[in-house]
């Protein structure tokens, strides 16, 4: 079955420290891979997307995620954080049946920041 | 370009009540999607119109539920009789694309709360 796991529900960092969230999947076919953020108060964004190609793909606010097919992850870094990037972060997975489309998503990791 | 917007953000009703979610997608987007996160659980699809046409309701939790997209613009999620697991976060996203490359855009949800 379709399925993605976020094995970090709460994560703390400080201010200007490194961020690794976790995101593994479980798909059959080619997988199309997504990062979207919400922040307090507001709607989901997309922070970034794989399709295919280059395997580290750069988003925005500074965020890259790296696709690795052999351990069917996708992983979401930033090298220094900023207090503004408090949020609740979701991978998600596109999954095609024709012209059926939706995305699985996992439980989410909820970001806190030190000053 | 205006983005998603649904209405209300909020929402509080009592068991028993309707209640009808209101999304307005990007415009020129023809597929709208709709999803939901119960408190502590994923995000799940709900359904997912192109143009004013049910593609795939699969993930509609049962017949109280009932969405509407008349003349391709904008849909609406009514939910009649609300129960108390009804509550959670509506949201709502659009589409441009036919292909498997397809981004989904989200708005900012509708917090349901039913009592």
């Known amino acids: 079955a379709q399925s993605v796991t976020q094995p970090d529900i709460h994560i703390t960092v400080s201010e200007g420290a490194s961020l690794e969230l976790r995101c593994n999947y479980s798909?059959?076919?080619?997988?199309?891979l997504f990062w979207y953020v919400q922040s307090p108060g507001q709607g989901l964004q997309l922070l970034l997307k794989?399709?295919?190609?280059d395997t580290l793909v750069q988003g925005i606010k500074g965020f890259e995620a790296e696709f690795k097919r052999s351990q069917s992850s996708f992983n979401l870094r930033k090298p220094s954080v900023h207090w503004s990037d408090a949020a609740e972060y979701f991978c998600?997975?596109?999954?095609?049946?024709?012209?059926?489309?939706?995305?699985?998503w996992g439980l989410g990791t909820s970001l806190a920041v030190n000053p | 370009e205006a983005g998603v917007t649904q209405f209300p953000s909020h929402s509080v009703i009592e068991k028993g009540q309707t209640v009808t979610l209101r999304c307005d997608p990007i415009?020129?987007?023809?597929?709208l999607y709709w999803y939901r996160r119960v408190m502590g659980k994923e995000i799940k699809f709900l359904l997912h119109?192109?143009?004013?046409?049910?593609?795939?309701e699969s993930g509609m939790p049962n017949n109280r539920f009932l969405a509407e997209r008349t003349g391709g613009t904008y849909s609406t999620l009514k939910v009649q009789p609300a129960e108390l697991e009804d509550s959670g976060v509506y949201f709502c996203?659009?589409?441009?694309?036919?292909?498997?490359?397809?981004?989904?855009?989200f708005g900012p949800g509708t917090r349901l709360t039913v009592l």
């Open positions: 996203a659009s589409s441009h694309g036919t292909g498997v490359r397809d981004t989904q855009y």
């Open positions: 415009s020129g987007h023809d597929n």
């Open positions: 119109f192109v143009k004013e046409s049910k593609q795939d």
């Open positions: 798909y059959g076919a080619t997988p199309y």
């Open positions: 794989y399709f295919s190609g």
């Open positions: 998600a997975v596109g999954t095609f049946a024709g012209n059926n489309r939706k995305l699985i």
